[in-house]
């Protein structure tokens, strides 16, 4: 006799497993035969919660958001268990891997490889299930002289983060700039790791990180080394209030180990970050897009100039000279807001 309070997961399952193939493929992830699963889906036995959790993992991306829901009207205690289900520590195989990368690999390729030792480690760590999530470096722009002369961190940059559905895996399209009206600003301004239980519901933290829009919580941890800043990592999840204490630690950890990534000229005095308003990613798509035209210009007109540059050098200028098309954009936007009449 079917569990009636199970009847639409079930239901949902039983759309899911109809192809023989993902049947099949479903079972063999589990450790079951098809016919047992068959067998959940029909209501003739009930899984053990263990089980609905691997299954939550193993299922198809695109069919993951249904069957959690469904599984949550059955099992009101679904969410906590899976908030509940975390890697407590860190392998000491990827300790090993990254003192290994660190003595082997050369300086140029060393922060692209650690950084996605790390990361990946992270996805690992902080979402068990596959639930939902990104992770990001954000990194501090070389400073500039202010109108004083003194130089100055105006802003952040997103490099090479990485996701799992429904984000890409390589993030390094998305890359955007981010100031103090960002989380990732909040941090680095602030030198304190800061976590959001619910995007949709802060008003004290400034929240954006990606365009996507798909991030329900989010948490970032400034990068130090040697009482020096160079960023913060962030990390952003579909799940509501998915950085409990233990996440918060692990990421903790895993930004302390990220800082091998880095080069020591990546690191600054944290009195030179006095970062300022950079606009949403939607006013940014328009500059972004020209990145690449803008770094092949530079490099033609070093050419000529017979002071040719590196691509590495090209790029360099080039995100600076976006960078101050962004806060010439963001300080039009932040006079706007500050002359709204219902401003309060």
């Given at each position: 006799?079917p569990y009636?309070?199970d009847?639409?997961?079930?239901?949902?399952?039983q759309?899911?497993i109809?192809?023989s193939?993902e049947?099949?493929r479903l079972?063999a992830?589990?450790?079951v035969?098809?016919?047992?699963?068959?067998?959940?889906a029909?209501?003739d036995s009930?899984?053990?919660?263990?089980?609905?959790?691997?299954?939550?993992?193993v299922?198809?991306?695109?069919?993951?958001?249904?069957?959690?829901?469904a599984?949550?009207?059955?099992?009101?205690?679904?969410?906590?268990?899976l908030?509940?289900e975390t890697?407590e520590?860190?392998s000491s195989?990827?300790?090993?891997?990254?003192?290994?990368?660190?003595?082997?690999?050369i300086?140029t390729?060393?922060?692209?490889?650690?950084?996605?030792t790390v990361i990946?480690?992270?996805i690992?760590?902080l979402?068990?299930?596959?639930?939902?999530?990104?992770?990001?470096?954000v990194?501090?722009m070389?400073?500039v002289?202010?109108s004083?002369?003194q130089?100055?961190?105006?802003?952040?940059?997103?490099r090479g983060g990485?996701?799992?559905f429904?984000?890409?895996?390589?993030?390094e399209?998305?890359s955007?700039?981010?100031g103090?009206n960002?989380?990732?600003?909040?941090?680095?301004?602030?030198n304190r790791?800061?976590?959001?239980?619910?995007v949709?519901k802060?008003?004290?933290?400034?929240?954006f990180?990606?365009?996507v829009?798909q991030e329900v919580?989010?948490?970032a941890c400034?990068i130090?080394?040697?009482?020096?800043?160079?960023?913060?990592?962030?990390?952003?999840?579909?799940?509501?209030e998915?950085?409990?204490?233990t996440?918060?630690?692990?990421?903790l950890?895993l930004?302390s180990?990220?800082?091998?990534?880095l080069?020591?000229g990546d690191?600054y005095?944290?009195?030179l970050v006095?970062?300022?308003?950079?606009?949403?990613?939607r006013h940014?798509?328009?500059p972004?897009?020209?990145?690449r035209?803008?770094?092949?210009?530079l490099?033609?007109?070093?050419?000529l100039?017979?002071?040719p540059?590196?691509?590495?050098q090209?790029?360099?200028r080039a995100w600076?000279?976006?960078?101050?098309?962004l806060?010439?954009?963001?300080q039009?936007?932040?006079?706007?807001?500050d002359?709204?009449?219902?401003?309060?």
């Amino acid at each position: 006799m079917p569990y009636q309070s199970d009847a639409h997961w079930q239901a949902v399952l039983q759309k899911i497993i109809q192809p023989s193939k993902e049947r099949q493929r479903l079972a063999a992830a589990l450790g079951v035969n098809t016919i047992t699963l068959t067998r959940w889906a029909k209501g003739d036995s009930r899984p053990q919660h263990t089980h609905l959790i691997r299954l939550l993992k193993v299922v198809q991306p695109h069919n993951r958001d249904e069957l959690l829901e469904a599984l949550m009207e059955a099992y009101p205690d679904m969410q906590e268990k899976l908030q509940e289900e975390t890697f407590e520590s860190i392998s000491s195989a990827f300790f090993r891997q990254i003192l290994r990368d660190r003595s082997t690999i050369i300086e140029t390729l060393r922060p692209w490889q650690i950084s996605g030792t790390v990361i990946d480690e992270g996805i690992r760590l902080l979402d068990p299930n596959t639930l939902g999530m990104a992770i990001t470096p954000v990194l501090c722009m070389p400073p500039v002289p202010d109108s004083t002369g003194q130089l100055r961190i105006r802003s952040l940059h997103e490099r090479g983060g990485r996701g799992v559905f429904p984000w890409h895996t390589d993030l390094e399209h998305t890359s955007i700039f981010l100031g103090m009206n960002s989380l990732a600003g909040y941090v680095v301004q602030n030198n304190r790791p800061a976590s959001v239980r619910d995007v949709s519901k802060e008003r004290y933290i400034p929240v954006f990180a990606y365009p996507v829009g798909q991030e329900v919580s989010a948490a970032a941890c400034p990068i130090w080394l040697e009482g020096k800043v160079a960023g913060c990592l962030m990390a952003v999840s579909t799940q509501v209030e998915h950085f409990t204490q233990t996440r918060m630690d692990l990421l903790l950890n895993l930004t302390s180990v990220f800082s091998l990534a880095l080069n020591p000229g990546d690191f600054y005095d944290h009195r030179l970050v006095q970062l300022r308003y950079i606009p949403h990613p939607r006013h940014q798509l328009e500059p972004l897009k020209n990145f690449r035209q803008l770094v092949n210009r530079l490099m033609t007109e070093s050419t000529l100039n017979n002071h040719p540059l590196s691509s590495a050098q090209a790029e360099r200028r080039a995100w600076q000279e976006l960078e101050e098309i962004l806060l010439k954009t963001g300080q039009e936007l932040d006079i706007e807001e500050d002359m709204r009449p219902d401003k309060p």
